[in-house]
């Protein structure tokens, strides 16, 4: 897979990276875990350049970091690029709407100060390239927070530090305290925010845009035709461009995808993964997968060239219905 640098500051890792939330949390969580085929993606993926390897405390909470741990032991933590997050957890597994699990920030200082050496210990190493604060606590001023993130980096114990879901005024405030090396966000072809004032501000100061959901959480993949096709107790079944009227009005997006897939010889999520790393340098999509065979599609995407004429038709594309959340 051919790469890039992750910001102006940061290492080198393929184009397309890998997101592992959905391994072990939020999606199809009623399925049983096949952790033998997760491993074996994460290392496939880096078999096939998607270096970039991304997952969060909150998830599970805590068994993302060990089934990552897991697959990067026996000698494959070297050949990654690992970046894990602080500043969400579950406050109850259960006291969220419906009863799902109620996700609470923590940006306070000697959460972030505890948490690095325990996510080191579920991961099985001594440090990670990125540590990044999941979403800004808005009870604690972000320098606090981030003041303590840089505390992690002088100790050894992440190389680099980043932010997720901000603001430029929020990212500015944390680089007077220490550099931002990478902002994560939401960007698809049908979630855009961050083309209006985040990314072009990364792009300024060198800083890597690592872009979650770039396949609109498999939506844009044709992968659901229907409210029904989502299985229970799914996080998406909660979220508005999904209910029945939304998700059927949203199928003439897919449907527009599919036709410029087929021609110029790829996968709809190809096409949609190709976009967003034609949005800027330092672009990396993390998107997740737990199938080999969704892994190849999308790893895939780092060949897919897309022509100004392709690239401006996506661009034409109609906003979703439904907001995010």
Known sequence: ??????GSKGPDVGVIGLGCMGMTFAYDVKTPRDDDTSIEVIR???DLGATLIDTADVYGPYTNEE???????????????????????????????????LIVNNGRPEHIRKSIDESLRRLGTDYVDFYQLHRVDPEVP?????????????????????????TVEQIERAQTVHPVTSVQSEMSLWTRDALDEVLPYCQEQGIAFLP??????????GRFSSFDDLPEDDFRRRLPRFQQDALRANLAIVGRVREIAERVGATPAQVALAWVVAQ????????GTKTPKYLADNVGAADVELSAADLAELDALPAPTGGRY
């Open 212 to 221: 979650f959901s770039p396949l609109g959480r498999g939506f844009l993949v």
């Open 67 to 101: 089934l990552v741990g897991r697959a990067l032991a026996d000698g494959h933590r070297e050949r990654a690029v690992l970046a894990t997050k602080v500043g969400l957890y579950v406050a109850d597994p259960a006291g969220g709407p419906e009863g799902s699990p």
């Open 1 to 6: 897979m051919r790469t890039t640098t992750l």
């Open 142 to 166: 972000i320098e606090e927070t981030w003041g303590a993130m840089a505390e992690v980096v002088a100790a050894g114990k992440a190389r680099h530090i980043g932010l997720s879901e901000v």
């Open 44 to 46: 496939q993926a880096l």
């Open 280 to 287: 800027g340098r330092y672009v990396v999509p993390i998107p």
